[in-house]
């Protein structure tokens, strides 16, 4: 797949057949549309292509900080993996937002990225003001040569699918495992393991400290969640920390801390990969380092018996 960041390395193609969305998450409603794009762009010869932007725009357009479900690297991992053949990331910025829908489409989809047909999903917008529509596509398409495709929405569980409500789920309830039926796999986030104050190892857990990779990537709520962990090739089940160790700590920093079962080797410096499984409980207090330990063990217990029915 093709990977274009940034308009310098953005190449015209007229045989596109393009969506164009933030694909925050690339969930199940996004991956309803990127079948359809690919089976269209195969029956005219086209290239299916995925606009997208960054920063998020709500991020511009609202001075909003938006927490990211993927790093724009694990979307376009994740589009490659669903067999599209151009990722188009355009820097998102107020010149942006501010050009008419009209600019918008022969500006930036005709001329930059190239334009044989759109998909689009059924409430897009687009343009300033998001004033642009179905209707404003279909009528530039029959000025311009190229044809509009609209899907309906998408629903799970009788449920509308968005990366806002994904969002929602693992930053207020911590609920991965809806999260992962919305995803269509569970959530995962990157990171490099970095040295901590090495107290897990001393009372028989011993934890990898994650720096997480993206500034703006979704940590989920604080609590211990059962993981699966992906390091060199190898998977393995853990537990993880999401919190500010309130038994030992008084600094408020939140800590995101993840112990392997079945593991004793160094990792400091590597990447793991985790993918969240359940969530087990939430963070409290421990009056030390005993009981502290207890609950590890019936965390552990309960994270193996989850892994295995999952």
Known sequence: MKRQFGFDEITRDDCSVLTVGTFDGVHLGHQAILAYLIERAAKVDGCSVVVSFDPHPREVVLGEQVPLLTTLDERADLLEAHGIDRFVVLPFTRDLSNLEPEDYVEQILIETVGLREVVIGYDHRFGRNRKGSRETLETLGARHGFSVDVIPEQLVHEATVSSSRIRKLLADEGDVATAADLLGQPYFLTGTVIRGDGRGRTIGYP?????????????????????????????????????????????????VEVHLFDFDRDLYGDTLRVAFAARIRDEVKFDGPEALVAQLRKDEETSRRALRDI
């Not at 703006?216 to 160790?245: D, S, T, W």
Request: charged letters at 25%; zero cysteines.
């Open 207 to 255: 934890t990898a400290n994650l720096r997480v990779h993206g500034d703006r990537k979704l940590v989920p709520k604080i609590g211990v969640y059962a993981v699966r962990v992906e390091h060199g090739g190898e998977q393995f089940g853990g537990m993880m920390n999401v919190g500010r160790r309130p038994t030992f700590e008084t600094d408020g920093a939140v800590n």
